[in-house]
């Protein structure tokens, strides 16, 4: 069984920026990869999740020295930017990268007016991705303009946002399927702890809390791969993750 590992990089500031206490968070980063990292086939980084600055996934994915993907806004980026960004990836050997449009920061930082469709688009016009897996990201509600637009930047993949049906799911991987792109549906663990990332989100997961192992597996007979995502509790993702590699 094909499995993601999506893990949040330490954050830089906790109201002010104090190094020892960054320090602290990067060695228990650490401790999380080793304890997955013989457990999960890929490692996905997220980039600056809910607009909150973070240490530079590109960074600690080439420290990992493990197979990586890493998440890359192109929001606070121009495309000089993303164009080094995206050089840094692949020097790193990074598998692959997911190009989001991202959060809007606290601190409402100008938006470089740049969408992800369009930057996948030109990094493959350019040679990119020859070079790097790219992904875009695609809601379980799509519009039919919204997914042309997302095939036609022939991307290597969608990465679907976190899923709550399996019958949405089929539709999204038969009309990537017919053109040549992967699907890696994103599931959450279910938990008290999690709740509220759900709340935030608007994910409803009714319709498998009772029994995600099964969920799971089907959503991974479906697509031959999925990203799993406990970004409120590491030990219950942890627990998930033993169960399904068991």
């Not at 060695?27 to 809910?50: C, K, M, Q």
């Not at 909150?52 to 080439?62: C, D, E, G, K, T």
């Amino acid at each position: 069984m094909k499995i993601s590992y999506e893990l949040n990089p330490p954050k830089i500031l906790d109201g002010v920026f104090d190094y020892a206490r960054l320090n602290y968070d990067i060695i228990r980063f650490y401790d999380r990869v080793a304890l997955i990292r013989e457990l999960a086939d890929n490692i996905h980084l997220t980039d600056s999740v809910l607009g909150i600055p973070r240490v530079s996934n590109i960074y600690l994915a080439r420290e990992l020295k493990i197979k990586s993907r890493c998440s890359m806004r192109v929001r606070d980026r121009n495309l000089l930017a993303l164009l080094q960004s995206v050089t840094d990836a692949i020097l790193a050997e990074i598998d692959g990268l997911l190009i989001v449009k991202g959060d809007e920061p606290k601190d409402r930082s100008i938006d470089s007016g740049l969408k992800p469709s369009m930057v996948v688009k030109t990094l493959n016009q350019l040679g990119f991705g020859k070079k790097i897996k790219l992904f875009l990201s695609i809601s379980c509600n799509f519009k039919k303009e919204e997914i042309e637009k997302k095939i036609d930047a022939e991307p290597y993949g969608f990465i679907t946002q976190t899923i709550s049906s399996l019958n949405d799911l089929i539709v999204i991987n038969d009309i990537a399927k017919s053109n040549g792109i992967k699907v890696i549906p994103c599931i959450m663990i279910p938990s008290e702890k999690n709740k509220s990332s759900a709340q935030t989100i608007g994910l409803d997961w009714s319709s498998y809390e009772n029994d995600p192992y099964s969920f799971i597996k089907a959503a991974h007979d479906i697509c031959g791969e999925i990203l799993m995502t406990s970004p409120r509790s590491f030990d219950d993702g942890l627990e998930m993750l033993k169960r399904l590699k068991g």
